[in-house]
């Protein structure tokens, strides 16, 4: 039953907390987690289903937030209970603390999404919400479970928005439930000076079922979220009208509330009182990051009922389970992150085809192997060739979880986002796939896929100024060397935040599907030609096993003894290096070819192994596609890089290459030409 004075209590609590955290650091932003205090408390107190002792229990419902600069009241809601020290809120936004100034994916402290840019974190949880729909088809109702969202005007109005209300409305996820924190406030206007909008009816259009209620009545919060609960056809917004700044007062003690400046700004540093707000909000300046003692009671009762409710749905699981053996154990293999065992090399290919038909084979294969492979596409199933997997599964639709792939619609932005939100969630391999030139639109996604170490995938097809006629609007000149910054820079962890891989050939292609499967540390970039490539001639006749040496980044796929140069390229700019080494030896000229699929990758070598491919003593010829700075850390002090320091031209492949010196007679040419000014 609802106690209507701890129930303030504990909301003006959290407001007092995040107005304490912003004034000391003196950075942050204290309106907004004011503002979304009430319905914090009444969310997590009442609603959320969690286990207190474990964060991380696979079936709770979870909590993503979309605006970050709210990490105060996150950080102050997860304060109370239990989940953060009060050394830890005191040292908001400082060296080395777990309190951020926005937050970062912790979920063992109840933090489900690093979150900031905004629009990001809600399409997340978007993407948990079928991830979530996607396993309870698969192994039943007793994993049932809710993703809460919060979101605002800023979120809102972002343009991710709009793939991400029209896809979750068009699935009906309806385990989705989003509050919309709308205080008409933004950092620098008010929104009816940028907006007119009908939120409530945009997302109607969209299929989402729709209430608006006073955010700060907890009565009316209550009522929503119970409203939410027993709607099983359509996600569900909150609409909650709020208060910028809610409790703070000015040094008369009168009420300062609704001001913009309240956004983005200590709330000492504007019309308001620090000292007084936290003495009206019930708290000690002396001490302002105290938890009340009644709260404090208050919530361990709180965790308690939770824990109670956590233990009858372990029950039932454990109860499935028994009954449910080889379902149970492919649930742990979903989870776990792992594939099955799988012979790649047993995986048919064509001779001389396009990577994108390579990858399609592989993805052909896996689709009844890999069950919780999800594979989405922006809208270009049948030419980022993502539709040999969508051959052997079917596509997501309105209250249809059953298949494994997702048309994501023109969305290539929004579709990287949700694979973030499933990754998060667990238990599915998300891969996305467009063409190169739109990894632009996904930059923001794939970045934080980056920062969380999160094992996306993404398919990139249509690599290269060969797409041809299309032009320079679809010819992706300076995309790897934007990657390759990527695999230069590195996570929290220490590792590498991604691994791009643009592969040679088939045998490379299907080497570099194993490698991005295999790999649960980061994303993984797949690079994929439209055209056609020669396959790579195999020393020993069998190319397949020459090609698992991608794994170590870089490998010699041509040696010969007393080489005069080295040549080093990737993707498919190595056969045409093959072309040139032809012409090089009729005029005696010995070459040794490398492949690059991962510069990265390579550098992670023993000194000894990448002496032994590349010796930066000796003459390197690199070639690109790209920029030339894409090449520019192979080659050593005697190296030159031939590429692209131009956008492209609309006309057809082969002309283009002929246009800019992409032929091994040119290659020849240029070889020569560099050999010489040695």
């Not at 040679?504 to 690079?527: H, Q, S, Y």
Request: glycine content about 10%; hydrophobic content about 40%.
């Amino acid at each position: 039953m609802a106690n209507i004075k701890l129930d303030k209590l504990s909301a003006d609590n959290i407001r007092l907390l995040s107005v304490a955290m912003v004034e000391k650091a003196k950075s942050g932003h204290p309106g907004g987690p004011m503002g979304g205090a009430d319905f914090m408390h009444i969310l997590y107190s009442e609603f959320l289903k969690f286990d207190p002792d474990d964060m991380q229990w696979r079936w709770r419902d979870r909590f993503f937030l979309d605006p970050g600069h709210l990490s105060a009241m996150l950080y102050s809601q997860l304060y109370l209970l239990g989940n953060y020290s009060k050394e830890d809120v005191s040292n908001f936004r400082q060296w080395g603390s777990v309190t951020p100034g926005h937050p970062e994916v912790d979920h063992k402290r109840g933090v489900e999404n690093t979150s900031g840019p905004l629009g990001q974190g809600h399409a997340m949880g978007i993407g948990a919400a079928l991830a979530g729909k996607f396993l309870e088809e698969r192994f039943g109702a007793w994993t049932d479970h809710t993703v809460y969202a919060y979101i605002s005007d800023g979120g809102i109005q972002e343009e991710i928005s709009q793939g991400a209300g029209r896809i979750a409305g068009y699935l009906g996820l309806s385990n989705l439930v989003m509050f919309f924190d709308s205080n008409d406030v933004q950092l620098s206007t008010y929104t009816d000076e940028v907006t007119s909008e009908d939120t409530a009816k945009k997302y109607e259009a969209w299929g989402w079922k729709v209430v608006t209620i006073d955010g700060h009545d907890h009565d009316a919060i209550r009522g929503a979220l119970k409203e939410a609960e027993a709607e099983k056809e359509k996600p569900f917004l909150i609409i909650g009208k709020t208060i910028m700044g809610k409790g703070a007062v000015d040094a008369e003690g009168k009420p300062y509330e609704g001001y913009s400046e309240l956004h983005g700004k200590p709330v000492g540093g504007t019309g308001a009182s620090y000292e007084k707000t936290v003495e009206a909000l019930g708290g000690s300046v002396e001490d302002p990051f105290a938890i009340f003692s009644d709260v404090e009671s208050y919530y361990k009762e709180i965790l308690d009922k939770k824990r109670e409710e956590v233990k009858a749905k372990r029950a039932e699981e454990a109860e499935w389970k028994s009954k449910n053996a080889e379902l149970a154990e492919k649930l742990e293999l979903f989870f776990s992150g792992d594939i099955p065992e799988i012979d790649f090399s047993q995986i048919p290919q064509k001779a001389n085809i396009a990577s994108r038909d390579a990858s399609s084979a592989v993805l052909a294969y896996l689709a009844d192997k890999v069950e919780n492979l999800v594979v989405a596409s922006a809208d270009l199933a049948n030419s980022d060739k993502t539709d040999g997997f969508l051959k052997k599964s079917k596509a997501f639709g309105p209250h249809e979880y059953s298949g494994n792939f997702m048309h994501a619609g023109v969305s290539e932005f929004t579709m990287a986002a949700m694979a973030n939100g499933m990754a998060l969630h667990g238990g599915i391999i998300p891969v996305v796939g467009t063409f190169f030139i739109f990894s632009d639109y996904q930059k923001p996604a794939y970045r934080l896929s980056a920062l969380m170490e999160l094992p996306v995938i993404y398919l990139w097809t249509h690599d290269a100024f060969r797409v041809g006629e299309d032009g320079p609007t679809h010819q992706p000149i300076e995309q790897e060397a934007q990657l390759r910054l990527l695999e230069k820079l590195r996570n929290h962890k220490g590792e590498r935040s991604l691994l791009a891989l643009r592969p040679a050939d088939a045998a490379e292609t299907t080497v570099a599907w194993e490698m991005a499967l295999k790999n649960k540390k980061t994303p993984t970039g797949l690079i994929f030609s439209r055209q056609g490539i020669k396959d790579l001639i195999a020393k020993d006749g069998d190319r397949y096993a020459e090609a698992e040496q991608a794994r170590k980044g870089a490998y010699t796929v041509q040696s010969v003894e007393g080489a005069d140069v080295t040549l080093v390229a990737n993707g498919s700019e190595v056969a045409t290096l093959f072309e040139a080494a032809e012409l090089l030896k009729k005029d005696g000229i010995k070459s040794n070819i490398v492949s690059v699929p991962s510069e990265g990758l390579f550098r992670d070598q023993s000194a000894e192994y990448q002496a032994e491919v590349l010796n930066e003593q000796a003459p390197i010829f690199a070639l690109t596609a790209g920029l030339p700075v894409t090449m520019e850390g192979l080659i050593g002090k005697k190296g030159k890089v031939f590429g692209l320091e131009h956008f492209g031209y609309s006309a057809p492949a082969g002309t283009l290459d002929e246009k800019f010196g992409f032929t091994g007679e040119n290659i020849y040419n240029q070889v020569k030409s560099f050999l010489s000014s040695l």
